[in-house]
């Protein structure tokens, strides 16, 4: 079954629920709303035999009222009849005439309508594809103007739909992945909307047959099946039968035989519920009946008008008199045309105004979107600089055997500062994700290495609230994978946090499970459980809506209420989706799968590469490059530890006087200083030595920076404030590949 069924049922269920809330001067309006509701009925139940009869019947009736909105609502519904009976001809005939009657109404919705369908009639036929999806850019085109994202997601999936249709996957994804973004953001803003099944329902198939095509028949399997049950739950037959249709097609590829037969068993039962020879006889019936309606009516309107013809010539005064009339009423028609025009120019003036309104205020809108980006940076690197110091300094402390007593102090201080890098981190990555600038990167990771990382950060909590936590990773999944792991530790560091946050004296089971490897593509399902108090039924949507929080009467700690909108949509980067379950009173389950690449090259640790390091080379001569003292003091006391030998420059001329005097073998650079900054001062290095490695320390993010430093000449960026472990890795790597280079 292909696209031309595609948002129809919900088209004319909105056509018949908004067009009899008007009225008509010779039709009453309870009794178009009887018959309107008559045909939601017989339309909703896919009893065409049944509402054609009463179709033509409000043909008739909206045309005796002369009211051309209803006129053409009830072509439209008759297009929509015959083009689910695959009678395209009779369907092109109707939605002409529905666009025709609707022009005439001067109605933006009946418009919508109309060009829609009409391309799905064009984009059928090779020979008139471009012209149905130039249709259904009419219908994207209105609807901006209207304001109305929602009306966007028809035409836009049916485009997908069409490139599909002739092969071209790749061209369709945009297309069909922004159809199901407007639709969540419509689910969000209209909870309530029970027509939303449908909608799903005809996306997910979409989603399902391009996953089919990409042979990732997991992927296509699960929207196959969520299309399939919304479909089925609403009773919405065509959906479900287009939906089995594609199912069986991507199980009999996939080889599952046996489910293929069983699907398409079920496609042909719907099929068979909407196309009985009984009914398509009976519309033929309707049809003819009509037709010969019609012509009677044109036979007597023909007889009519030769009767009046016959007293006109017989009475020439009378036809003197007509012809007088008729000559006033032109004048009275040129006068009010006149008045019309001059009423147009200025319509047409106070609409410039508005437009030139719009623009300045939209012009407006974007330099405060731009003014709220760099406030964010420019606070982001404001805190963290000073944070740096906070947590470097106090990691040194902790490790300091004589302040043992003030252990527990420096722990709560530590965490404490921890806590508020986190809180800046979500409110700027919040802000990343309205701004659409948040892309996964593809890198090397250990996914055993990432979630006991994860489980160390939060050993201050867990104490705190007396938890357990108890990590389960699969033993089959790879050693490496090639992901974005540092999206993929926020996702896990939210859910673990809200777990730890609402749970005291309980537990929490953080689980990794492979549930497929093919092809190099590891499937892995992620859970995080815990026996705290519970989410109640009321509040499971809130919670996943920016800035709400839940009342945590265990533990006196709020958060921002952020974490959990920010799971949401990075998963959705990850093309995955969070799954709840929770019991009140007996604890909450989170849950959500991915797809990663296996990477199969070998990688070595931190210990090993230092170890290497060690036995090659003897003390290095690192500079340091800060205008702050703090930081100056908290680097060189951490690379002191590891037996480095520092000097330090305070501004960037200083460093490169230095770095002209004197060798080093590696130079960690501050990218925001007054007078030469970190990227210029690296520029003027490079003019004189070339290899040595340049680590740049940043407290920007490092997404609006990243192309800066590269092209300044960095090797590398550590950003502040930094994770110990990390930093000496990266340090180690870059020492130990400019002993490669020396050596080579």
Same mark, same amino acid.
């Given at each position: 079954?292909?696209?031309?069924?595609?948002?129809?049922?919900?088209?004319?269920?909105?056509?018949?629920?908004?067009?009899?809330?008007?009225?008509?001067?010779?039709?009453?309006?309870?009794?178009?709303?009887?018959?309107?509701?008559?045909?939601?009925?017989?339309?909703?139940?896919?009893?065409?035999?049944?509402?054609?009869?009463?179709?033509?019947?409000?043909?008739?009736?909206?045309?005796?009222?002369?009211?051309?909105?209803?006129?053409?609502?009830?072509?439209?519904?008759?297009?929509?009849?015959?083009?689910?009976?695959?009678?395209?001809?009779?369907?092109?005939?109707?939605?002409?005439?529905?666009?025709?009657?609707?022009?005439?109404?001067?109605?933006?919705?009946?418009?919508?309508?109309?060009?829609?369908?009409?391309?799905?009639?064009?984009?059928?036929?090779?020979?008139?594809?471009?012209?149905?999806?130039?249709?259904?850019?009419?219908?994207?085109?209105?609807?901006?103007?209207?304001?109305?994202?929602?009306?966007?997601?028809?035409?836009?999936?049916?485009?997908?739909?069409?490139?599909?249709?002739?092969?071209?996957?790749?061209?369709?994804?945009?297309?069909?992945?922004?159809?199901?973004?407007?639709?969540?953001?419509?689910?969000?803003?209209?909870?309530?909307?029970?027509?939303?099944?449908?909608?799903?329902?005809?996306?997910?198939?979409?989603?399902?047959?391009?996953?089919?095509?990409?042979?990732?028949?997991?992927?296509?399997?699960?929207?196959?099946?969520?299309?399939?049950?919304?479909?089925?739950?609403?009773?919405?037959?065509?959906?479900?039968?287009?939906?089995?249709?594609?199912?069986? /097609?991507?199980?009999? =590829?996939?080889?599952?035989? +046996?489910? !293929?037969? $069983?699907?398409?068993? @079920?496609? &042909?039962? *719907?099929?068979?519920?909407?196309?009985?020879?009984?009914?398509?006889?009976?519309?033929?019936?309707?049809?003819?009946?009509?037709?010969?309606?019609?012509?009677?009516?044109?036979?007597?309107?023909?007889?009519?008008?030769?009767?009046?013809?016959?007293?006109?010539?017989?009475?020439?005064?009378?036809?003197?008199?007509?012809?007088?009339?008729?000559?006033?009423?032109?004048?009275?028609?040129?006068?009010?045309?006149?008045?019309?025009?001059?009423?147009?120019?200025?319509?047409?003036? /106070?609409?410039?105004? =508005?437009?030139?309104?719009? +623009?300045? !205020?939209? $012009?407006?809108?974007? @330099?405060? &979107?731009? *003014?709220?980006?760099?406030?964010?940076?420019?606070?982001?690197?404001?805190?963290?600089?000073?944070?740096?110091?906070?947590?470097?300094?106090?990691?040194?402390?902790?490790?300091?055997?004589?302040?043992?007593?003030?252990?527990?102090?420096?722990?709560?201080?530590?965490?404490?500062?921890?806590?508020?890098?986190?809180?800046?981190?979500?409110?700027?990555?919040?802000?990343?994700?309205?701004?659409?600038?948040?892309?996964?990167?593809?890198?090397?990771?250990?996914?055993?290495?990432?979630?006991?990382?994860?489980?160390?950060?939060?050993?201050?909590?867990?104490?705190?609230?007396?938890? @357990?936590?108890?990590?389960?990773?699969?033993?089959?999944?790879?050693?490496?994978?090639?992901?974005?792991?540092?999206?993929?530790?926020?996702?896990?560091?939210?859910?673990?946090?809200?777990?730890?946050?609402?749970?005291?004296?309980?537990?929490?089971?953080?689980?990794?499970?492979?549930?497929?490897?093919?092809?190099?593509?590891?499937?892995?399902?992620?859970?995080?459980?815990?026996?705290?108090?519970?989410?109640?039924?009321?509040?499971?949507?809130?919670?996943?809506?920016?800035?709400?929080?839940?009342?945590?009467?265990?533990?006196?700690?709020?958060?921002?209420?952020?974490?959990?909108?920010?799971?949401? @949509?990075?998963?959705?980067?990850?093309?995955?989706?969070?799954?709840?379950?929770?019991?009140?009173?007996?604890?909450?389950?989170?849950?959500?799968?991915?797809?990663?690449?296996?990477?199969?090259?070998?990688?070595?640790?931190?210990?090993?590469?230092?170890?290497?390091?060690?036995?090659?080379?003897?003390?290095?001569?690192?500079?340091?490059?800060?205008?702050?003292?703090?930081?100056?003091?908290?680097?060189?006391?951490?690379?002191?530890?590891?037996?480095?030998?520092?000097?330090?420059?305070?501004?960037?001329?200083?460093?490169?006087?230095?770095?002209?005097?004197?060798?080093?073998?590696?130079?960690?650079?501050?990218?925001?200083?007054?007078?030469?900054?970190?990227?210029?001062?690296?520029?003027?290095?490079?003019?004189?030595?070339?290899?040595?490695?340049?680590?740049?320390?940043?407290?920007?993010?490092?997404?609006?920076?990243?192309?800066?430093?590269?092209?300044?000449?960095?090797?590398?960026?550590?950003?502040?404030?930094?994770?110990?472990?990390?930093?000496?890795?990266?340090?180690?790597?870059?020492?130990?590949?400019?002993?490669?280079?020396?050596?080579?």
């Amino acid at each position: 079954m292909k696209k031309t069924h595609f948002f129809l049922l919900i088209a004319c269920i909105f056509i018949w629920d908004f067009s009899f809330s008007q009225n008509s001067e010779k039709v009453s309006r309870d009794s178009l709303n009887s018959m309107a509701e008559r045909i939601h009925k017989y339309i909703n139940s896919y009893n065409y035999d049944l509402a054609i009869d009463d179709l033509y019947e409000l043909v008739n009736l909206s045309k005796e009222a002369g009211d051309p909105y209803y006129v053409s609502r009830a072509y439209s519904g008759l297009g929509h009849v015959y083009l689910d009976r695959k009678d395209t001809a009779r369907a092109r005939k109707n939605y002409k005439l529905s666009l025709e009657y609707g022009l005439k109404a001067d109605n933006d919705t009946l418009l919508l309508n109309a060009y829609n369908n009409l391309g799905n009639i064009y984009s059928e036929l090779e020979s008139t594809r471009e012209k149905g999806i130039a249709y259904y850019n009419m219908v994207i085109d209105l609807a901006d103007k209207m304001n109305d994202p929602f009306s966007k997601i028809a035409p836009k999936s049916n485009i997908g739909w069409t490139y599909m249709d002739i092969g071209q996957y790749e061209k369709a994804y945009p297309y069909i992945t922004e159809s199901l973004s407007l639709l969540d953001k419509h689910h969000i803003e209209n909870s309530e909307d029970f027509n939303i099944g449908y909608y799903y329902s005809q996306v997910y198939q979409l989603h399902g047959r391009y996953y089919d095509h990409k042979k990732q028949y997991d992927t296509a399997s699960y929207y196959f099946e969520q299309s399939i049950d919304l479909a089925e739950k609403d009773t919405l037959i065509l959906p479900a039968a287009e939906a089995y249709h594609a199912y069986s /097609e991507m199980l009999q =590829k996939k080889g599952d035989y +046996k489910k !293929a037969l $069983e699907a398409h068993q @079920r496609y &042909s039962e *719907l099929n068979n519920k909407i196309f009985e020879e009984e009914k398509i006889m009976q519309m033929e019936v309707a049809n003819a009946r009509f037709n010969v309606n019609e012509y009677r009516k044109n036979l007597e309107i023909a007889e009519r008008e030769q009767k009046l013809q016959e007293e006109i010539i017989n009475k020439s005064k009378e036809k003197v008199i007509v012809m007088v009339l008729s000559s006033l009423g032109l004048v009275f028609i040129l006068v009010f045309l006149h008045k019309v025009n001059r009423d147009r120019r200025n319509l047409i003036g /106070e609409l410039k105004k =508005k437009n030139q309104q719009f +623009k300045e !205020a939209k $012009e407006e809108a974007e @330099r405060l &979107s731009i *003014l709220k980006t760099r406030f964010f940076s420019t606070v982001s690197h404001e805190i963290r600089t000073p944070l740096y110091g906070v947590i470097g300094l106090t990691s040194l402390l902790l490790e300091d055997k004589s302040l043992g007593k003030h252990k527990a102090d420096l722990k709560s201080l530590k965490f404490s500062a921890d806590y508020l890098l986190a809180l800046i981190n979500d409110v700027l990555q919040m802000n990343k994700m309205e701004s659409n600038d948040v892309k996964l990167e593809n890198v090397s990771f250990s996914l055993r290495e990432l979630m006991n990382s994860i489980i160390n950060s939060f050993e201050f909590t867990r104490i705190q609230n007396k938890n @357990r936590i108890h990590l389960d990773v699969d033993e089959d999944i790879p050693a490496y994978l090639i992901g974005d792991s540092v999206r993929l530790s926020q996702v896990l560091m939210n859910l673990v946090g809200n777990a730890m946050k609402f749970t005291e004296r309980g537990d929490i089971h953080i689980t990794a499970k492979q549930l497929s490897l093919e092809n190099d593509r590891s499937q892995i399902y992620f859970e995080v459980r815990d026996n705290g108090p519970g989410i109640p039924k009321s509040k499971r949507k809130l919670i996943f809506e920016e800035f709400s929080q839940l009342n945590n009467s265990n533990y006196n700690y709020q958060g921002t209420g952020l974490g959990l909108p920010i799971v949401k @949509r990075l998963l959705r980067l990850f093309g995955s989706k969070i799954n709840l379950h929770s019991v009140e009173g007996e604890g909450s389950s989170f849950s959500f799968k991915i797809v990663f690449k296996v990477d199969s090259s070998k990688k070595e640790s931190l210990d090993i590469i230092e170890d290497q390091f060690a036995l090659s080379s003897g003390t290095k001569k690192i500079l340091i490059v800060d205008d702050n003292r703090i930081n100056q003091v908290v680097t060189q006391r951490i690379l002191t530890k590891k037996e480095f030998e520092c000097k330090v420059a305070g501004d960037g001329t200083t460093a490169i006087e230095m770095l002209r005097n004197e060798d080093f073998d590696l130079v960690l650079m501050d990218v925001n200083m007054p007078g030469i900054s970190g990227l210029e001062a690296s520029r003027e290095i490079r003019k004189f030595n070339a290899d040595i490695p340049i680590l740049a320390l940043t407290a920007v993010e490092v997404d609006e920076i990243r192309e800066e430093i590269i092209t300044a000449g960095m090797s590398g960026i550590i950003v502040k404030p930094y994770d110990v472990q990390k930093f000496y890795q990266i340090v180690y790597k870059h020492l130990s590949l400019q002993n490669l280079s020396e050596k080579v």
